[in-house]
T-cell receptor, first 112, second 114 residues
Framework: AQSVTQLGSHVSVSEGALVLLRCNYSSSVPPYLFWYVQYPNQGLQLLLKYTSAATLVKGINGFEAEFKKSETSFHLTKPSAHMSDAAEYFCAVSDRGNQFYFGTGTSLTVIP | DADVTQTPRNRITKTGKRIMLECSQTKGHDRMYWYRQDPGLGLRLIYYSFDVKDINKGEISDGYSVSRQAQAKFSLSLESAIPNQTALYFC?????????????FGDGTRLSIL
């Protein structure tokens, strides 16, 4: 069975500080992993995806994530937070067949 | 125009009413999904469809039904709405391929059941 755990339902950072959002997964097969962002009153938008190529994946808006098989992790980072990064972030895993499994989300607040 | 369109965007209704949420897409994708989002619970899959003849139950299908009227249209029905179905509902699509392809989401329907 596949599952995703996002540690920290709320994260606050100062503008210009490092953003680190944590995601751990469990999967019975080599996973496909995704990070999505959700702005208020909008649907989810893809930030980046890991599909077994490079372990360090670069996405939009300066975000990147590193796949670490030994730690079953896929943490999302951004070197310098911007006010526009305030949103809800979801990690998701695909079981290579039918379904996607989402974490419970992390709400990011950026403090001026 | 949005690639995945959900209607209505907001709906308030009463317990016991039948409600239909509609989703249409212009992406040409075969796969379509319905999720509900609740605070602290993330997204949970209600139903999914891989083509017009294929309907599958997700994690939380009880109390819901779906209809895939065409490749581009996938509707979700609540036959007799109850208050704990109050949530934000999302439709999503993905390509018919190995699931390294991401999902594409509509903007959601906020449903309140009184």
């Amino acid at each position: 069975a596949q599952s995703v755990t996002q540690l920290g339902s709320h994260v606050s950072v100062s503008e210009g500080a490092l953003v680190l959002l944590r995601c751990n997964y469990s999967s019975s097969v080599p996973p496909y992993l995704f990070w999505y962002v959700q702005y208020p009153n909008q649907g989810l938008q893809l930030l980046l995806k890991y599909t077994s190529a490079a372990t360090l994946v670069k996405g939009i808006n300066g975000f990147e994530a590193e796949f670490k098989k030994s730690e079953t992790s896929f943490h999302l980072t951004k070197p310098s937070a911007h006010m526009s990064d305030a949103a809800e972030y979801f990690c998701a895993v695909s079981d290579r067949g039918n379904q996607f499994y989402f974490g419970t989300g992390t709400s990011l607040t950026v403090i001026p | 125009d949005a690639d995945v369109t959900q209607t209505p965007r907001n709906r308030i209704t009463k317990t016991g009413k039948r409600i239909m949420l509609e989703c249409s897409q212009t992406k040409g994708h075969d796969r379509m999904y319905w999720y509900r989002q609740d605070p602290g619970l993330g997204l949970r899959l209600i139903y999914y469809s891989f083509d017009v003849k294929d309907i599958n139950k997700g994690e939380i299908s009880d109390g819901y039904s779906v209809s895939r009227q065409a490749q581009a249209k996938f509707s979700l029905s609540l036959e007799s709405a109850i208050p704990n179905q109050t949530a934000l509902y999302f439709c999503a699509t993905s390509e018919d391929s190995d699931s390294n392809q991401p999902q594409h989401f509509g903007d959601g329907t906020r449903l309140s059941i009184l």
